[in-house]
């Protein structure tokens, strides 16, 4: 193996460091604790694994963690007015809301119904358009953990080739926009992309955002490329079928023996999402108390 791993767990652990110190400062000097509110609607298993690390998260970070579980069943009716509720509340920051949902309910009108300055995932329309025109904004956690992860490995990104493979709005898009705001020559490749090996090896940047486990084979990296991979896959271990391992959209091995630099599954992009979400919370509650933003958390 040739490629540097690049440790996203301890990367992580020191931007909820900063979180932590930024949180001990706003209660001790303004007698304000960051609150931040996740919704789960239904019982998906996948979910639920990541809402409750996302509360642990910020009971560890010294804020607050409202937890909202709700019936599959939910009507939207009934989640808006939850919304509705959470936006009024100022002991809550930041509201996110866990996708997917269940089919009866339209992701797009959930989440533009909370507050854009509560909207920690940045998912909401008026901060995807900021985002997209250069403007302060709330920025989607996994993508920002990635470019937090491209930044510190790289230093500058500037002129680089960055190839995404995924256009999801949780991540493909977002990161295409934060890359292309570094400066970087961005494409977005997806299912229907030809020629998607060859595009592949022209990145200097790899980012694998499609949900397929280990798709991207070793050969489709340029040598000394930079991976990064944000799959969560879970599929069964290859010497006991009963078992289950998660493996990312990129096969490691391959890949690790060609890169110059990869992220590991578990390991890479998973904790740095949650590390930005904490972020974006104290960056929210620092802007509805017309506090300065706390310097260098995501920076
Ligand atoms: N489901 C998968 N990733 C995310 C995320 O970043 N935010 C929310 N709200 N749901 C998700």
Same mark, same amino acid.
């Given at each position: 193996?040739?490629?540097?791993?690049?440790?996203?767990?301890?990367?992580?652990?020191?931007?909820?460091?900063?979180?932590?110190?930024?949180?001990?400062?706003?209660?001790?000097?303004?007698?304000?604790?960051?609150?931040?509110?996740?919704?789960?609607?239904?019982?998906?298993?996948?979910?639920?694994?990541?809402?409750?690390?996302?509360?642990?998260?910020?009971?560890?970070?010294?804020?607050?963690?409202?937890?909202?579980?709700?019936?599959?069943?939910?009507?939207?009716?009934?989640?808006?007015?939850?919304?509705?509720?959470?936006?009024?509340?100022?002991?809550?920051?930041?509201?996110?809301?866990?996708?997917?949902?269940?089919?009866?309910?339209?992701?797009? +009108?959930?989440?533009?119904?909370? /507050?854009? %300055?509560?909207? $920690?995932? !940045?998912?909401?329309?008026?901060?995807? #358009?900021?985002? &997209?025109?250069?403007?302060?904004?709330?920025?989607?956690?996994?993508?920002?953990?990635?470019?937090?992860?491209?930044?510190?490995?790289?230093?500058?990104?500037?002129?680089?080739?960055?190839?995404?493979?995924?256009?999801?709005?949780?991540?493909?898009?977002?990161?295409?926009?934060?890359?292309?705001?570094?400066?970087?020559?961005?494409?977005?490749?997806?299912?229907?992309?030809?020629?998607?090996?060859?595009?592949?090896?022209?990145?200097?940047?790899?980012?694998?955002?499609?949900?397929?486990?280990?798709?991207?084979?070793?050969?489709?990296?340029?040598?000394?490329?930079?991976?990064?991979?944000?799959?969560?896959?879970?599929?069964?271990?290859?010497?006991?079928?009963?078992?289950?391992?998660? +493996?990312?959209?990129?096969?490691? /091995?391959? %890949?690790?023996? $060609?890169? !110059?630099?990869?992220?590991?599954?578990? #390991?890479?992009? &998973?904790?740095?999402?949650?590390?930005?979400?904490?972020?974006?919370?104290?960056?929210?509650?620092?802007?509805?108390?017309?506090?300065?933003?706390?310097?260098?958390?995501?920076?």
């Amino acid at each position: 193996m040739n490629a540097k791993i690049i440790d996203g767990k301890a990367f992580a652990a020191t931007v909820r460091d900063r979180v932590a110190r930024t949180v001990d400062r706003l209660k001790a000097e303004a007698g304000i604790t960051p609150g931040l509110a996740v919704v789960l609607v239904g019982e998906d298993p996948a979910s639920e694994v990541y809402v409750r690390s996302k509360g642990k998260a910020t009971l560890e970070a010294g804020m607050n963690s409202y937890e909202h579980k709700l019936d599959a069943d939910t009507s939207e009716r009934d989640l808006l007015a939850l919304i509705e509720r959470l936006n009024n509340d100022p002991e809550v920051h930041g509201i996110l809301v866990q996708l997917p949902l269940p089919a009866h309910l339209d992701p797009d +009108v959930v989440i533009n119904a909370i /507050d854009p %300055a509560k909207d $920690v995932d !940045g998912f909401h329309i008026s901060n995807v #358009g900021l985002l &997209g025109t250069g403007q302060k904004s709330m920025v989607p956690c996994t993508p920002l953990g990635c470019l937090l992860m491209l930044r510190e490995h790289h230093g500058s990104l500037s002129g680089l080739n960055a190839v995404i493979v995924g256009r999801s709005n949780i991540v493909g898009k977002p990161m295409a926009q934060l890359l292309l705001g570094d400066s970087c020559t961005v494409t977005i490749a997806h299912s229907r992309t030809r020629n998607l090996a060859e595009i592949c090896r022209n990145a200097d940047i790899l980012v694998a955002a499609v949900g397929r486990p280990e798709m991207i084979p070793g050969d489709w990296v340029k040598p000394g490329a930079t991976v990064i991979d944000v799959g969560i896959n879970r599929i069964p271990h290859p010497e006991d079928g009963g078992k289950t391992r998660l +493996v990312g959209d990129v096969d490691f /091995d391959s %890949a690790a023996a $060609v890169a !110059g630099a990869v992220t590991p599954v578990p #390991g890479g992009v &998973g904790p740095m999402t949650i590390a930005c979400l904490l972020a974006n919370t104290v960056t929210a509650c620092s802007r509805a108390h017309g506090l300065p933003e706390p310097e260098g958390l995501t920076s």
